[in-house]
Structure formats: C-alpha cells, structure tokens
C-alpha cells in the first residue's frame, strides 16, 4: 500500500498570504489528522477529520482551517499568514479514530514564512 | 486537567546498554497509551500501543514498553540499545473524557541519543 503522502514538501510564503496544504491517507484509512512540529512548541495537534467530520481540534486560531472530502483526502488552509507558523505540517491517517488506531504519518510539508 | 509527561527532554546512553524513556500521565479512567517515534528524515512512526491486557506490550524494532496503573506511567524500554535507535520519542495518551471526543494528548518528546 502507498503510504500517506503530502503535497507540496516545501513551501516558501510571504506574511499576510494564505496557504493551502493537501493530504492524502493510506487507502481505506477514514481518519486524518493534522499536527504542526516546530522546535520550540514540539508537536502540537490541529485537528482530526473523521469521514468528513472535524471530530477534535486543537488550540489553534481559526486562521487555520481544514476539510476531508469524500474520498477521505484533506486540505488544511492557513491564512493570513504569520512569521509564527513557519513549521513543519504533518499529516496523518488511521484506520478508525485517532484514539485507538495508530496513526501513518506523512512526510510533512516544511512552510516557511518570510 | 488531563496531562502526559514525558520528564526528560534529551536521554543518553552507550550503545548496548538498556534505555529508558520515561512517560507519566495524568488522566481519569482507563487510558489508551501510544509511543512514536520520529527518526531523522524518516518522518514519524508507530511503535506501540495499550489498550487494554497484559501490562507488558511489545513493539517495532525490538521496542517495549510497561503500562504501570498505579504509578501512572508507560515507560518505553529496550534491552540493548542501537546506534540506530537515536531519535526523537513521543508518548501519547487517550484522554478518556466522553466530552473531549477521546483526543490525543502528546507528550512533548524526548531526544534519546545512542553514543557508540
């Protein structure tokens, strides 16, 4: 099985821009979630998408914002963006719920804003 | 306030001694419990899991880790350690609120260091 993959890897954006960053989970997993690693703050959780429901979110501002479609594939949008949310993004799949299925991670994607 | 420690931010130690990654936590009820692991330019990875049974669980990579109820910790241990086994650990706890949706606490990781 193709594991979880994460476009784009990296991404150079300026202050005040948005940002729109794509998942796509293991075949049949319904569960993805989100997490920003930075080297301060560690891994923080964003939110977890359940069949196309925000099922948790994390103490995040509502710049940031995230969908699933059908076919269990997501996007995280960042807007406005801030000096602040250079990070890297991951992502993350499961079986089920995130609570007692061990989650896939993707790669990530390296956003640094200038 | 439901709450996952992991004391040690950086552990050292000599190639073929046994390691410890210590993880405590603070949650009411019956925790699930996850370690992951993030090696250099290899992203993060499942390692283990508890759920419920036998205290003492078993992993990848020769990994494993005991659930200890009263002292509340799920410490991740391995007999010998590798070179290899240097990385960046986390540890992971259900919180068994019904209001929290059962979220994911995480702990804020611990760089264990093999030294050949």
């Known amino acids: 099985k193709a594991g979880v993959t994460q476009t784009p890897r990296y991404l150079i954006k300026t202050r005040g821009q948005q940002v729109t960053l794509s998942c796509s989970p293991i075949?049949?997993?319904?569960?993805v979630s989100w997490y920003q690693q930075t080297p301060g703050q560690g891994l923080q959780f964003l939110f977890e998408?359940?069949?196309?429901?925000?099922?948790n979110k994390g103490n995040f501002p509502g710049r940031f914002s995230g969908r699933q479609f059908s076919n269990s594939r997501s996007e995280m949008n960042v807007s406005t963006l801030e000096l602040g949310d250079s990070a890297l993004y991951l992502c993350?799949?499961?079986?089920?719920?995130?609570?007692?299925?061990?989650?896939?991670f993707g790669p990530g994607t390296r956003l640094t804003v200038t | 306030a439901q709450s996952v420690a992991q004391p040690e931010d950086q552990v050292n130690v000599a190639e073929g001694n046994p390691l410890t990654v210590k993880c405590t936590y603070s949650v009411s009820g019956n925790p699930y419990l996850f370690w992951y692991v993030q090696y250099p330019n290899r992203g993060l990875q499942f390692l283990l899991k508890y759920i419920t049974g036998d205290n003492l669980v078993k992993g990848s990579y020769g990994f494993e880790a005991e659930f200890n109820k009263s002292q509340t910790s799920f410490h991740l241990k391995k007999p010998s350690a590798l070179v290899s086994d240097s990385a960046l650990y986390f540890c992971?706890?259900?919180?068994?609120?019904?209001?929290?949706?059962?979220?994911?606490?995480w702990g804020a990781g611990t760089k264990l260091i093999i030294k050949p």
């Open positions: 998408y359940f069949s196309e429901t925000q099922r």
């Open positions: 993350a799949s499961a079986q089920g719920t995130t609570s007692s299925y061990e989650q896939y």
């Open positions: 992971a706890v259900r919180d068994p609120a019904p209001d929290s949706n059962y979220q994911l606490i």
């Open positions: 075949s049949g997993h319904r569960s």
